[in-house]
């Protein structure tokens, strides 16, 4: 896109956030210059990227001449505000905060507990391989239930978590999904999040998201 603003997105390939941000420029048909901050390599700690973000954690955002954006529920609107096509958030408040407050179950509430952060400091605290993980099939387990319970039962869920359309809160609840597979993580019972996650991942913009397909992941 020639006329778009110049972004530059710090990433790494298996992240929940940034697949968030991925998703929506794909959405929006944005594109971002990756600068990859290795997680792994404990870059996110490092002098460069804490004058980016002091907590960090990736994603960050920036658009040439503006400072950084970070945390991708606000870059999210920020790209919704700025890109306003397609939104991802309905028209109505009253939607606009059920998709809002289905995000927040997901983003706020379910992935900081399983951020590589927290698995350091609870390894330092005796955490092993089999705690760590009987940890992450907790919390994973706790919010994708809740927000099960959620979709099934209120009217306003449609083929996708709010209505006919994709918002805010599928690309949440795909970002712990992608996750929950990346960590080989099984939660059983979730009919309604199967059927909307088969539906956002026949489209391109969660495809192309993939964090197996990005730079970095894998081979094979
Ligand atoms: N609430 C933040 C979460 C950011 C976050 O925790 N990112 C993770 C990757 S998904 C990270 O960079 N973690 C680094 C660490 O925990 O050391 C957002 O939505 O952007």
Request: aromatic letters at 0%.
């Given at each position: 896109m020639a006329d778009q603003p110049h972004f530059e997105l710090f990433a790494f390939w298996r992240t929940s956030a940034t697949y968030r941000v991925r998703v929506a420029m794909n959405l929006k048909g944005l594109i971002a210059h990756e600068r990859i901050v290795n997680l792994e390599a404990g870059e996110q700690r490092g002098e460069a990227f804490l004058k980016i973000n002091p907590l960090g954690a990736i994603p960050a955002l920036v658009e040439d001449g503006f400072p950084p954006i970070t945390q991708s529920l606000a870059i999210l609107e920020f790209l919704d505000e700025t890109a306003?096509?397609?939104?991802?958030?309905?028209?109505?408040p009253h939607g606009?905060?059920?998709?809002?407050?289905?995000?927040?179950?997901?983003?706020?509430d379910t992935h900081p507990l399983i951020t590589p952060r927290v698995r350091r400091y609870l390894t330092a605290q005796g955490f092993d391989d089999a705690a760590w993980r009987a940890w992450q099939t907790q919390w994973f387990s706790t919010g994708l239930l809740a927000v099960e319970q959620r979709l099934a039962s209120e009217s306003a869920t449609g083929v996708y978590c709010h209505g006919d359309a994709v918002t805010t809160a599928d690309v949440l609840l795909m970002s712990i999904v992608v996750m929950t597979r990346i960590f080989k993580i099984d939660v059983p019972g979730v009919p309604t999040i199967d059927r909307i996650v088969a539906r956002c991942e026949a489209q391109e913009a969660f495809i192309k998201a993939d964090p197996m397909r990005q730079d970095g992941a894998p081979q094979g």
């Open positions: 306003p096509s397609p939104p991802l958030l309905p028209p109505d606009r905060a059920r998709v809002r407050s289905i995000a927040a179950m997901l983003a706020a």
